[in-house]
Every structure is written in structure tokens, then in C-alpha cells.
């Protein structure tokens, strides 16, 4: 599958571009919570263009994030969403939008069963973000809201491969969106603890905790035929057991402190391959390594290795850390479950 | 069937007229509607729904109604598949939902409101509870697992995910369909939009007034033609084709002019390599909400003429919501294997403005080919044919 366009929103802000300045930058505290937890949040502000914001004013904070980065893709990739053919719609949620669905609940607990609110039910719904995505585009592919609590970026990069190569789509925007919300931030600190001082530690392998972050990235994918993009995903793999030696020029971790038990991940990063991980730079996500694919991605078109932004390395890893340019013609991301499953993404530059 | 690409080698089904899929049939065929009020939950709502009345493994399942809901339909699907664990076999597991992708314990979230905190046990059961993970673990699947959340459609498209799995040769076999239990959150929710019926629901009738809610589950155990020759398992039915199609118009209503069913009608024919005339009855998604029913019937009459013989089972079951295509999913294809569909609960009289009207009685069909139909929020439009292998002369 060829990456034609790349587009994310995250706490280091909106597009490709800034995403690589936040890779190049190092790490950046979290901000402060409402609730005083720390995490990473999306800030719309730093959206330059309002068009599309404008456009979304009812929607909610999940569907917002998911157009936009989705309309980053396309945009990435130079096309406008007229121009695409037929363009299929995977997005992959753990949560979903359940910072809405508590304000449903709000309505439900306030009011009564009869008087809640009908814009905050519809907006509740796992797949308005997608919906909303495929309204503000104008894409009438199919259209699919998938969710698991881990690999489900995985798993649709996986379908996305099926219906490009049945010739369901000519591209498949696949993508991720997470929102942070009290309840969910409170619910990873009694369950996991956090990291006191704001920094995930993808190489400690345990401990202390995740920061949770939020946004959404989307990759639009084309088959064979849809013309050089400078990257391809060759492969995705999902395991059970020990995952497989890293044979790439550079391993990515996509370890962000929601694992209580990491140690899976250390035979794999300790043999001999460069190593890297970003989740310090959007926060903690159950579909958060796509931020991680994203930092792959762009340094296969750009042949440069990003320094691991938090590059605590207790076990003596092959950390990368500093950035550098390198040669570049494959890079793997590698993701653990707590059920001792592997799922591992395999990019490679061309 | 010889070309087939997926065969159909097991069905499961629970909902609120029976608690199998042969308990389900004579009841649909006696006519009979299992609604009642809510006995699930307290609420002020005083509609009908379709509850499950004894629901096996409920108790060991505290909080957990949805995914005791797919093992009972899973248990059916897999003994009619004569399957047990998946061994060496590579399965996958696709599971339409969407009240267990919501951490939407009323009690929780009430705590957590008024005090900070709450303790962590709906949340513990959610986080284990995604149904595709679940039953993957449950009959050591080792294939890909996907749970589809895309509203009313979610089960509908679920089974079009293992269609794409089988053909890509991600797998050998895929547990497909959906499930979901009767839920306070949806049922105010539904109400919020004033598209809950406070009496029957009648599909397509010019008197129709909104949905009852339903619960149950439906699962397909659908494998590739080498894989059950592999098994030796016989094969009658097959997934012979499968179109998804997005509005792009709204959040909850239909495209007026039916673009994304349409399209997705379109597509599941020409990838079953039929024509209209070959379909031989038509399972509607037939909310009996006004919008869903004229948009539906339109396209309906359009595609396959005004004479096609059309039924929605909702009046039977409920609005089961991600369960919904799955259930009727299973439901189509023991029809077509049957060679009778149940007369369509709740229609008496014909809307002028929708070119068809469904079937009035049990009716004989006949033919290779049905249709299944899922509308949901959000523009999705998925269809399904089911194909039955025609027994040599």
C-alpha cells in the first residue's frame, strides 16, 4: 500500500509539518488538565486555516479532529476530495466519542429519561467523527468505524489492504481519533498510575505510567497504481508470543506507559537495530502509534532519524539520540497488548 | 458453490422471538410479537421493546448482557459449523456493536459526577469486554478481530469485513455478525430523536410511528470453500456478494434520494454477479420510522421493481441496533434455505407514497438469491446477498 498523504492533529499541532517540528524539537511538558491531571491536548487554536472549523461547529471535539487530519491526508497528497476516485473510510477508535456520551449521560441524569439531548445522543455515536469526515469531504465510499483496545489501527490498515487490492477503493483514508476526557483521565491514574513528572518513557519497559494525550492522524493509501509516494506499508503483522527479531534499519516502540507490565518489548528492541519512540510527543492513546507510524513515515521521505525525545534508557537500548540524516529504506513499528499479542508495521522508503 | 467465495457453514441466533434460530422461526411463523415494557431497567419510558426473557449465561456475566447475548448466538453458530476450538484453522473473529463500545454505566458515571471518584469495576468490564477480542479469545481465534461500530449497519458490515478477510486470505473462517442488549442509554436516546413508536412498530405502513427497540445477537460462521472441504463440512448458503455506500448527506437522516443504498445494492449484485430478477425476496431494513421506510422502499422498488417480495423482521425482533444486520443476516439466509419468509409484522395499509408494500402473509419463495438491507446513522448503506446452492438435477 502506498502512503499518498499523511494528516494528524495532536497536541504538537495540526499537519505533517508540525509534527515533524515537534519530532526535530524534543520533548515539551503536557499542559494541566481542568481537573489538574496532565495531558496532551489538542488546542484548535493552533489550526490555521478555520475553514473547516467553521464548518463544524456543532460537532464535537472527536469529529473535529478526525476531519481535520483526514483533510490534511488528502491535502498531503495533493488532492482534493473530488479527485480521489473512490475513496474508502476506516477509522479506528478505542474510545470513541465518550467525552460525548457522558455529556448524554449528564443530560439523561439531569433531566430525566424523556428530556435528554437529542444532538448530544446523535453526536454519541461511535461513528459520527467518520460520518462527519465523509460529509465534510464528500466521500461516498464505505465507510466503517472500527474499535478495539489494541491494534485496531493495525486491523484497519489490514482491511484497507484488502479493499485496495479487491479493487473495493482506488484509496482508503484509514485513520485514528482519540479524545481525552476527566473520566478517562482518571480512570488511567487509579488504574495505571502516571508519569509525575509529565515524561512517558517508551524505553523503560515498566513503569511510571502513561500521560494521556489526544488527536487523530489519517493516511490516505492507494494501491500499485497509484503513483510514487516515497513511502509504502509492506506489511502488518499481528502475533501472539515473543514478536520477531527487529531486521529493520530503525525499530520504532510504540510503548506509551499504558502497558502496566512493558518488559515484552525488550528483547525485541535489544538486538542490534536503532531504536526509537514518540509517544513522549503526543501522549498515551490505545490507537496512539499511529503518531508513531506518522514519525516513520516521515522520516523515510525525508532519510533522517528523529533522537528518541524522552531517551530514559535504563536497559541500555540502542537508542537513537540525536537527530541525524541516515539512510533509510525500511522502518518497522513495533506494539504490545497486555495479552502478549504483537502487532508490527512495516514501512519501507520508494 | 462452485464460485463462491465465501460459504456460509453456520448460523446462530437469539433475540426476542426465540432464543435459537429454529425457536425463532416458528415463532415469526405463528406471527407472534414478543414486546412488552422494559424490564431491564427502570425508566420513566413507557414504550414497547423486545427484550430476551431468558438469556442463558446472563448470570455468569454480571454488566455483561451484550457478550452473553453472542455467546449463546456463538454456541448455535459454531455447533451447526461443527467447530469447536479453532486449532490450526486461521479464524477471524468480526463483531457488530454499539452498546458494548460505550463505557455508559448510568451508576459510574453518576458517582464519578457527584464525588470524583467511582469504583472501577464497569470500567474494568468494559475494557475486557470489546465482543471481537472476546470470542477470539474465547475459541482461540488467531486470525484478524475487529469489533464495527458503525451504528445500525455495524452488523451488516461486519459480515462485509469477512468477506474482504476471506478473499484477501487473512484467514480461513470468520465468526461474523453483530449483537447488542437493550440499553437505557439508546432508548433515551432514540426517544430524544422522537422516533420511538409508543405502540407496535409498523414497517412501511402509511401509519407508521418509529421504532421499537430490540435485543439479541446473530453470527455467521462463514469459511472459505477449501476450508470446509478441508472440515468436511457441506455448505448450502454463501455470502455471494457485499456493497457499502456512504451518504456523505447527514448524521441521522437518510439521503432523500437514496444515493448510498442505492450504490451499495449496486455493488453487492454486481460482485454476486446477479441481476435484480435474480433476487428472490428482499430483507428490508424497515426501521418503521418514516425517513428509513420511504427512502428504502423507493430505492427497493426501483432496483428490484414494485412486485419484489419485501418484509422487515423488526416487527418481530426490535430494532436491535448493531445487532440488527446480523440478525438479519441469519435470518435471510434461513429463509432462503427454508423457502418461506414470514409475513411483515405491523404493515395493514399501504403508503401511497412508497412504491412497494411488503409481503402480508407467509410466503413461499423460491430462487438462489436474497437480499439483506442495513440503513444507519452517519449515511452508511450496506448490502448483503445471501446465495443458496441449487441441488444438482
Redesign the interface.
Known amino acids: 500500500m502506498l502512503i499518498r498523504g499523511l494528516g494528524l492533529i495532536g497536541a504538537p499541532g495540526f499537519g505533517a509539518d508540525a509534527w515533524e517540528g515537534a519530532l526535530r524539537a524534543g520533548w515539551r511538558a503536557p499542559a494541566p488538565t481542568a481537573a489538574g491531571r496532565a495531558a496532551y491536548l489538542v488546542d484548535f487554536d493552533a489550526v490555521p486555516d478555520k475553514t473547516l472549523l467553521r464548518k463544524l461547529r456543532r460537532a464535537d471535539k472527536l469529529s473535529k479532529m478526525a476531519v481535520l487530519a483526514a483533510a490534511g491526508a488528502l491535502a498531503d497528497a495533493g488532492l482534493e476530495p473530488g479527485a480521489a476516485g473512490r475513496v474508502g473510510?476506516v477509522l479506528a477508535?478505542a474510545?470513541?466519542p465518550?467525552v460525548t456520551?457522558?455529556e448524554?449521560?449528564?443530560g439523561?441524569?439531569d433531566y430525566?429519561?424523556?428530556?435528554?439531548?437529542?444532538t448530544a445522543?446523535?453526536?454519541?455515536?461511535?461513528?459520527?467523527a467518520?460520518?462527519?469526515v465523509?460529509?465534510s469531504?464528500?466521500?461516498?465510499?464505505?465507510?466503517?468505524?472500527?474499535?478495539?483496545?489494541?491494534f485496531?489501527f493495525q486491523?484497519?490498515l489490514?482491511?484497507a489492504?484488502?479493499?485496495l487490492?479487491?479493487g473495493?477503493c482506488d484509496h482508503v483514508l484509514v485513520g485514528m481519533a482519540e479524545q481525552y476526557g476527566d473520566?478517562l483521565g482518571?480512570?488511567a491514574a487509579?488504574?495505571l498510575g502516571s508519569a509525575a513528572d509529565g515524561r512517558i518513557r517508551p524505553f523503560a519497559c515498566g513503569g511510571p505510567g502513561p500521560v494521556p494525550g489526544e488527536g487523530a492522524v489519517f493516511l490516505l493509501l492507494g494501491g500499485a497504481a497509484a503513483g510514487a509516494s516515497g513511502c509504502r506499508i509492506d506489511a502488518v503483522h499481528?502475533?501472539?508470543g515473543a514478536p520477531p527479531a527487529g531486521t529493520a534499519d530503525l525499530l520504532l516502540t510504540e510503548a506509551d506507559g499504558l502497558l502496566p507490565d512493558a518488559s515484552g518489548y525488550l528483547p525485541a528492541l535489544n538486538c542490534g537495530v536503532p531504536v526509537a519512540g514518540y509517544a513522549p510527543l503526543a501522549g498515551s492513546m490505545l490507537t496512539g502509534g499511529a503518531f508513531t507510524l506518522a514519525a516513520g513515515v516521515l522520516m523515510l521521505r525525508r532519510q533522517v532519524r528523529f533522537a528518541a525525545p524522552v531517551p530514559d534508557n535504563p536497559h541500555a537500548l540502542p537508542v537513537v539520540a540525536a537527530t541525524a540524516p541516515a539512510r533509510l529504506a525500511t522502518v518497522h513499528s513495533l506494539a504490545l497488548d497486555c495479552?502478549g499479542d504483537w502487532a508490527i508495521t512495516c514501512l519501507r522508503a520508494g | 458453490m462452485g464460485g463462491a467465495a465465501a460459504l456460509i457453514t453456520g448460523l446462530g441466533l437469539i433475540s426476542a422471538a426465540g432464543g435459537s434460530l429454529p425457536a425463532t422461526l416458528a415463532s415469526l411463523e405463528r406471527g407472534e410479537r414478543r414486546a412488552g415494557p422494559v424490564t431491564l431497567f427502570p425508566t420513566t419510558l413507557a414504550v414497547p421493546v423486545f427484550e430476551v426473557p431468558a438469556l442463558p449465561g446472563a448470570d455468569a456475566l454480571p454488566g455483561q448482557r451484550t457478550l452473553a447475548l453472542t455467546l449463546a448466538a456463538l454456541a448455535e453458530a459454531l455447533a451447526e459449523a461443527r467447530l469447536g476450538e479453532a486449532g490450526s484453522l486461521r479464524v477471524g473473529v468480526c463483531i457488530g456493536t454499539t452498546v458494548a463500545s460505550q463505557l455508559n454505566d448510568l451508576q459510574f458515571y453518576k458517582r464519578y459526577r457527584e464525588t470524583g471518584t467511582a469504583p472501577l469495576a464497569a470500567a474494568e468490564r468494559f475494557l475486557k469486554g470489546n465482543l471481537a477480542q472476546c470470542v477470539a479469545r474465547r475459541i482461540g481465534a488467531r486470525g484478524p478481530a475487529l469489533t464495527v461500530v458503525n451504528a445500525c449497519s455495524s452488523g451488516t458490515d461486519a459480515v462485509g469485513v469477512a468477506l474482504a478477510w476471506l478473499k484477501g486470505g487473512l484467514c480461513d473462517l470468520v465468526i461474523a455478525g453483530g449483537a447488542d442488549e437493550l440499553s437505557h442509554i439508546p432508548l433515551c436516546g432514540f426517544h430524544s430523536l422522537g422516533i420511538v413508536n409508543p405502540g407496535l412498530c409498523a414497517p412501511f405502513d402509511r401509519e407508521r410511528k418509529g421504532l421499537n427497540l430490540g435485543e439479541g445477537a446473530g453470527l455467521l460462521v462463514i469459511e472459505t470453500p477449501e476450508s470446509a472441504r478441508r472440515r468436511g463440512v457441506a455448505a448450502e448458503l454463501s455470502v455471494a456478494g457485499f456493497g457499502a455506500q456512504g451518504d456523505a448527506y447527514h448524521l441521522t437522516a437518510p439521503s432523500p434520494d437514496g444515493v448510498g443504498l442505492r450504490a451499495a445494492l449496486r455493488t453487492a449484485l454486481a460482485e454476486a454477479a446477479i441481476t435484480p430478477a435474480e433476487v428472490a425476496f428482499v430483507n428490508a431494513h424497515g426501521t418503521g420510522t418514516h425517513d428509513n421506510d420511504l427512502v428504502e422502499g423507493t430505492v427497493l422498488a426501483e432496483l428490484f421493481g414494485p412486485a419484489v417480495k419485501v418484509l422487515s423482521t423488526k416487527g418481530y425482533t426490535g430494532h436491535t441496533l448493531g445487532a440488527a444486520g446480523g440478525i438479519e443476516a441469519v435470518l435471510t439466509a434461513a429463509a432462503l434455505r427454508a423457502g418461506w419468509i414470514p409475513a411483515s409484522a405491523g404493515f395493514a395499509c399501504r403508503d401511497e407514497a412508497i412504491p412497494l408494500a411488503p409481503v402480508t402473509a407467509r410466503t413461499p419463495v423460491s430462487g438462489r438469491y436474497a437480499v439483506s438491507t442495513s440503513l444507519a446513522f452517519g449515511g452508511n448503506n450496506a448490502a448483503l446477498v445471501i446465495g443458496r446452492e441449487v441441488a444438482p438435477c
Do not use: M
Request: charged share 10%; aromatic share 10%; glycine share 10%.
Open positions: 473510510l477508535t474510545l470513541g465518550h456520551t457522558f448524554f449521560l449528564d439523561v441524569l430525566g429519561d424523556a428530556a435528554a439531548s437529542p445522543f446523535s453526536h454519541s455515536v461511535h461513528n459520527a467518520a460520518s462527519y465523509a460529509s469531504l464528500g466521500l461516498q465510499g464505505p465507510t466503517l468505524t472500527v474499535t478495539r483496545f489494541s485496531a486491523e484497519a489490514r482491511l489492504g484488502c479493499w487490492a479487491q473495493s473520566v482518571y480512570l487509579e488504574k499481528i502475533g501472539c495479552g
